[in-house]
């Protein structure tokens, strides 16, 4: 791989990354009922603790994990019914701390988990997730390993909703949400409930994490999608200002860096590694292969006007189609990939299957972008 690809790609990776930050999720509850599962089923296997983490203030029991865009706030050594004070006064120091970094190193919200079969909900918890909420946390209330048969809800699960739902506790939607987290091939019961917990959870974390949350969970496709295609749209823009006043073709490459900064983005709303990711755009656009920036210019010249403009001009128009088309082929290839299409990590790409997927879709786009911009829709 070329070195200034490699080496730009790696800069707007990480610029990308930066903007996106992290967002952070307390996750309390007692032990065993659930939560590293339910961790897992929205935020993917990944997430699965692997080191301890790192306290959030010196001598806390409260432990940061980072996981790409993810930050998970986890109680050890201590366990929620017994040490209650002592983790609340470790969060009420490790909040007042936090208040005075910046959004992403905060805590954003917590989840709190009961099983919901224990058919009972002490006073003790209630208290627990008041004091959560005097320290300016949303909290969402998640009943946990809820059979359902039939798209009812077990009546025992149900009842303990009704009970912690009387007690008008601070926490979002006033209610619990009930969930089921890993498929049981004994009982046969499927996973539900997931996308609920998540749905409340975006209408209470910070804008300025939501760029985070949506790369971090792994459940919710169509945000993602919606995240890439505004992204999208922003690099198209950007390319039609860049060549507002038109720009010789000989100058294309100053879209470059453009094109780079969304194809990280969209890498990284799917959770595609720099490496992986790097090495598909090069054998997508086959930029950078030994051509270098020509092969930039070669997947312009496909874009309708500018290749009979070899020598002449690029204006915003073509700046835009070009830099739109390429943005939905990486789209096409990245959801292609967390699919599980062309194999697993580390895995020997298919170049050539993965170059006319890209390409077929790039012209694809052209026409489509063409017609739109013919008719003024
Ligand atoms: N089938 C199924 N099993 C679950 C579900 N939730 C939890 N379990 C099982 O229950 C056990 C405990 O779940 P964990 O997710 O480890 O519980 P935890 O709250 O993280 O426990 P600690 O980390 O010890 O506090 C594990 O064996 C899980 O596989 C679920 O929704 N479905
Ligand atoms: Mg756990």
Same mark, same amino acid.
């Given at each position: 791989?070329?070195? =200034? #690809?490699?080496?730009? #790609?790696? %800069? $707007?990776?990480?610029?990308?990354? *930066?903007?996106?930050?992290?967002?952070? /999720?307390?996750?309390?509850?007692?032990?065993?009922?659930?939560?590293?599962?339910?961790?897992?089923?929205?935020?993917?296997?990944?997430?699965?603790?692997?080191?301890?983490?790192?306290?959030?203030?010196?001598?806390?029991?409260?432990?940061?994990?980072?996981?790409?865009?993810?930050?998970?706030?986890?109680?050890? &050594?201590?366990?929620? !019914?017994?040490?209650?004070?002592?983790?609340?006064?470790?969060?009420?120091?490790?909040?007042? %701390?936090?208040?005075?970094?910046?959004?992403?190193?905060?805590?954003?919200?917590? =989840?709190?988990?009961?099983?919901?079969?224990?058919?009972?909900?002490?006073? @003790?918890?209630?208290?627990?997730?008041? +004091?959560?909420?005097?320290?300016? /946390?949303?909290?969402?209330?998640?009943?946990?390993?809820?059979?359902?048969?039939?798209?009812?809800?077990?009546?025992?699960?149900?009842?303990?909703?009704?009970?912690?739902?009387?007690?008008?506790?601070?926490?979002? &939607?006033?209610?619990?949400?009930?969930?089921?987290?890993?498929?049981?091939?004994?009982?046969?019961?499927?996973?539900?409930?997931?996308? $609920?917990?998540?749905?409340? @959870?975006?209408?209470?974390?910070?804008? &300025?994490?939501?760029?985070?949350?949506?790369?971090?969970?792994?459940?919710?496709?169509?945000?993602?999608?919606?995240?890439?295609?505004?992204?999208? @749209?922003?690099?198209?823009?950007?390319?039609?200002?860049? *060549?507002?006043?038109?720009?010789?073709?000989?100058?294309?490459?100053?879209?470059?860096?453009?094109?780079?900064?969304?194809?990280?983005?969209?890498? %990284?709303?799917?959770?595609?590694?720099?490496?992986?990711?790097?090495?598909?755009?090069?054998?997508?656009?086959?930029?950078?292969?030994? *051509?270098?920036?020509?092969?930039?210019?070669?997947?312009?010249?496909?874009?309708?006007?500018? !290749?009979?403009?070899?020598?002449?001009?690029?204006?915003?128009?073509?700046?835009?189609?070009?830099?739109? *088309?390429?943005?939905?082929?990486?789209?096409?290839?990245?959801?292609?990939?967390?699919?599980?299409?062309?194999?697993?990590?580390?895995?020997?790409?298919?170049? $050539? %299957?993965? +170059?006319?997927?890209?390409?077929?879709?790039?012209?694809? +786009?052209?026409?489509?972008?063409?017609?739109?911009?013919?008719?003024?829709?």
């Amino acid at each position: 791989m070329a070195d =200034w #690809f490699k080496d730009s #790609f790696r %800069q $707007e990776f990480d610029k990308q990354s *930066a903007v996106m930050g992290r967002f952070n /999720l307390a996750i309390f509850g007692k032990t065993g009922v659930g939560k590293s599962t339910l961790i897992n089923a929205i935020f993917g296997e990944e997430v699965a603790r692997t080191g301890i983490g790192e306290p959030v203030t010196r001598g806390s029991h409260l432990y940061l994990d980072k996981v790409g865009h993810l930050g998970l706030i986890d109680t050890q &050594g201590l366990e929620i !019914g017994k040490d209650d004070k002592e983790i609340i006064s470790d969060l009420n120091k490790a909040v007042s %701390q936090m208040r005075r970094m910046e959004l992403h190193e905060q805590i954003h919200l917590a =989840w709190y988990c009961i099983r919901g079969m224990d058919r009972r909900f002490e006073e @003790t918890e209630a208290e627990f997730i008041r +004091r959560l909420d005097d320290l300016g /946390l949303p909290v969402v209330v998640v009943l946990t390993q809820v059979p359902m048969r039939e798209g009812h809800y077990h009546p025992d699960a149900v009842m303990l909703a009704e009970q912690i739902a009387a007690k008008r506790l601070p926490i979002v &939607g006033g209610r619990p949400f009930l969930a089921y987290a890993k498929y049981d091939p004994f009982t046969g019961q499927r996973p539900h409930g997931l996308q $609920e917990v998540l749905d409340a @959870t975006f209408r209470v974390a910070p804008v &300025g994490v939501e760029g985070a949350l949506i790369a971090a969970q792994e459940i919710d496709l169509a945000r993602k999608a919606k995240e890439a295609q505004k992204h999208i @749209t922003v690099a198209a823009t950007s390319a039609a200002a860049a *060549a507002a006043s038109p720009i010789p073709f000989s100058d294309a490459a100053m879209l470059i860096p453009i094109q780079l900064a969304m194809m990280a983005r969209i890498s %990284q709303i799917y959770k595609i590694k720099f490496d992986r990711a790097a090495l598909l755009a090069v054998a997508s656009t086959t930029a950078a292969t030994s *051509a270098g920036r020509a092969t930039f210019t070669g997947l312009l010249k496909m874009v309708p006007g500018a !290749g009979t403009l070899a020598g002449g001009m690029i204006g915003a128009g073509v700046a835009s189609s070009f830099t739109y *088309a390429m943005g939905q082929a990486w789209l096409v290839v990245c959801q292609r990939v967390v699919k599980g299409g062309f194999g697993a990590v580390g895995s020997v790409i298919d170049n $050539e %299957q993965l +170059r006319d997927m890209f390409t077929d879709e790039f012209r694809k +786009r052209l026409k489509l972008r063409r017609s739109e911009t013919k008719t003024g829709g």
